[in-house]
């Protein structure tokens, strides 16, 4: 058994080669899927439950595709726009969810306002998060996880990686540049 | 309106660092999706798409020309933009077969024949792009690389042709420097036309690690 390689992108911040289809070819949708389901459905599975995961993912290929006119690869990642819109349903599953909830318990005189937004916003984030390491060495990968969840020093790290001051630097700044655009991307899903 | 702690593309390094470390460092775990999620979602989109076509008739060709292995399912995604959507499945793999077949004839005379030439990037610094040509000389597919890379300590480099789902890495073996490149007959470029190569830790694992240095993607 081959463990999946993800899509990366062909140059250290270019677009992928499942973005460039997705402007413009008819069968994007199938690339689209093959390279960021499991990204999606791994959110959703977290977001929504086991459940309904499948669903909700199957809502964001649908609707991704639906809307595929408005996705530009120029203003952000594709994978960021798919986790926008993830994000969006899954908002919108809660909200059903707490309106039924709210319901029942006016019905029985109980009122409780859940606000579930910042879990699911985090959740996305910390998604995109992956993707931006997606790809780079396991000893650039050590050194950039070290830069966002410690609070080591460039220096710091660079002495206990053992590594280059200037590798150090520019490994973060390239995963930071990755992670804007798959931000950016992710913005685009709410206009 | 619940209050947004969404991370912002625009924020400073320092911020956007912050942010980031207010995440859980534990990554979601990763959850495949279940085996027929793609019909579903095909079968939906093609009815999107053709609302005037015979009830039923395009997603039910899809189903009965695919296999649930993504494998199968490589060469219709490498030669997706000669089609149509919804046409799928087995004209798709017709198409391959042809293409794959005229493509052997066309490279039947004394000299190789250039199929595709790509720029090959550089994903680490460690790595220098250029580019890499396929070439068919009768039956025999090569791969031009003119790029070079630096193995991480202690590892090798691996040179490999991926499939456009990007799910079945194929090696063509150990990458040393720029230079040709047999592809092993049982290899289709149709259906593998992205061109890696990888760092390797030297553990036995015949596996792709993950790590690529360089990538590009033949055009066929």
Known sequence: MVAAVRVRPVADTGTTSAEIAFASDPDALERAYRAHGTAVHSFCVRAVGPDRAADVTQEVFLTAWRRRDRFDADRGSLVGWLMGIAKNKVLDSHRAAARLRALEEKASGVVELRAEGAPVDALADRMLVEEALEGLSDRARRSVELAFWSDLTHVEIAELCDTPLGTVKSDIRRALTRLRRHLAGRETADA | ?220
């Open chain 2, 1 to 220: 309106m619940p209050e947004r702690h969404e991370l912002d593309p625009r924020s400073s390094d320092d911020e956007l660092l912050h942010g980031i470390g207010l995440l859980d460092p534990e990554p979601a775990p990763v959850v495949e999706p279940p085996a027929d999620l793609w019909r579903r979602i095909s079968a939906a989109a093609a009815s999107d798409e053709e609302p005037d076509a015979p009830p039923d008739a395009a997603p039910a060709a899809d189903h009965a020309a695919r296999p649930e292995s993504s494998t199968h399912l490589a060469p219709v995604v490498d030669l997706a933009s000669r089609r149509r959507w919804p046409v799928l499945g087995a004209a798709a793999a017709a198409v391959v077969f042809i293409a794959a077949g005229a493509a052997v004839l066309l490279g039947s005379g004394d000299d190789p024949e250039p199929v595709s030439e790509v720029a090959l990037d550089a994903l680490v610094d460690d790595a220098t792009g250029g580019s890499v040509e396929l070439l068919l000389d009768g039956d025999t597919y090569t791969l031009r690389v003119d790029a070079e890379a630096v193995p991480a300590d202690g590892e090798f480099l691996e040179l490999w042709l991926i499939d456009g789902d990007v799910t079945e890495p194929r090696s063509l073996g150990r990458f040393t420097g720029a230079g040709d490149y047999e592809v092993p007959g049982d290899i289709d470029p149709e259906a593998f036309p992205i061109v890696d190569v990888s760092t390797e830790p030297d553990d036995g694992d015949d596996s792709h690690s993950g790590a690529s240095v360089l990538r590009g993607a033949l055009e066929l």
